[in-house]
């Protein structure tokens, strides 16, 4: 996680984030491990270092990592630019990791202004074939609350 910074740090927190992603990668990377950066939605994140793919992947492509990957969060990217479909296209090849939510609540991914169909259709298109998490606050109880793999034919 990158932190909140003033807008007034902001060019000397960039530089200190992306020496210490620089040495976390190599530690990672002896390990196999991939790190993901996350934009975070300025609405429920006020002040967080970035908030943007194209901000983070001016990170990725800055440092030339392979083990430093995007993580899309749809939430995430619905909430701040939108074009969830387009974007998934722009910026596939920076994806190490997908998470879902229903926007603009953050509960099962059933509801809300995103079709998920559509979304899974376009990872398919994509040949995406890494994770798809489930980051979002439950509506109720766990089963019940998974009933949207169902309705969406995921099981």
């Known amino acids: ?10 060019a000397s927190a960039r530089a200190v984030f992306a020496e210490n992603l620089r040495v976390a990668a190599r530690k990672a990377a002896a390990q196999q491990i991939t790190l993901l950066l996350e934009p975070l939605n300025p ?21 030339g990592l392979a083990n430093i990957k995007l993580q899309f969060d749809v939430y995430h990217v619905a909430r701040t630019e939108g074009d969830v479909l387009v974007k998934l296209e722009k910026y596939r090849r920076h994806i190490g990791n997908v998470q879902i939510a229903g926007v603009p609540a953050r509960a099962e991914p059933d509801e809300g202004e995103i079709a998920y169909p559509a979304v899974f259709a376009a990872l398919d298109r994509l040949k995406y ?23 969406m034919g995921l099981r």
């Open 129 to 151: 074939d890494g994770w798809v998490g489930c980051e979002y606050r439950p509506r109720g109880e766990t089963d019940q609350g998974l009933s949207w793999m169902t309705k």
């Open 1 to 10: 996680m990158a932190g909140n910074v003033a807008a007034t740090d902001r």
């Open 43 to 63: 609405y429920d994140n006020p002040g967080y270092f970035y908030s943007t793919l194209s901000e983070a992947v001016s990170l990725i492509e800055e440092l």
